[in-house]
């Protein structure tokens, strides 16, 4: 995978804006890498938001009892109705709190099987931020891309 040719969606899904900041993050460790990204509130779109998008992000926090962020939930919705996305790469960042233990980071688990289900291909571990962790979410989120991708921008 290189920089030239793959364009990065990051798509955030959050209830308090948390993972919007952590999207922010992301972005600006993909930017740097020289990849071009689009960072895109999941408010209001189809699948046909991922059409342009190489490798897609997803940024997402935990709510309810494993739920997707309301904002989220008619995206993954039409996802989960089926849609291919053979071809595309993805990661996810998933922010939650260790305290629900039963459901902690629900919402990128989900995440994760529903896309795999599409056909897309996770390139990195899904990371788990946990809001009782004590460590910066943002902080995490962009130490976490910067980690993964240096390695795809060589190719790795
Ligand atoms: C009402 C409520 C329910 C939550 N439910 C879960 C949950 O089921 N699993 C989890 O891992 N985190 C849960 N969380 C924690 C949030 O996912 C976490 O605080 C996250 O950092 C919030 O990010 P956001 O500001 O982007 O929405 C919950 C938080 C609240 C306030």
Redo the contacts with the bound molecule.
Sequence with gaps: MSSDNVRVGIFV????????M?GEEVEDALTSAGFHCERLLMDGLGTDAFDEFGLIVIV????????I?DNGQALFAAVEAGVDLSGKTYAIF???????A??????GDRWDAVLTSCGATRIVDIER???SSGTL?EDVAGEWAAGWVGQIARGG
């Excluded at 997402?60 to 739920?67: F, I, L």
Aim: glycine share 12%; net charge negative; with cysteine.
């Design positions: 899904a959050t209830m308090t804006g948390l993972a919007e952590c997402t926090s935990t709510y309810g009892h494993g739920e962020p998933a922010l939650g709190d260790r305290t629900y039963d459901t902690f980071c629900a919402a931020q946990d809001a979410a």
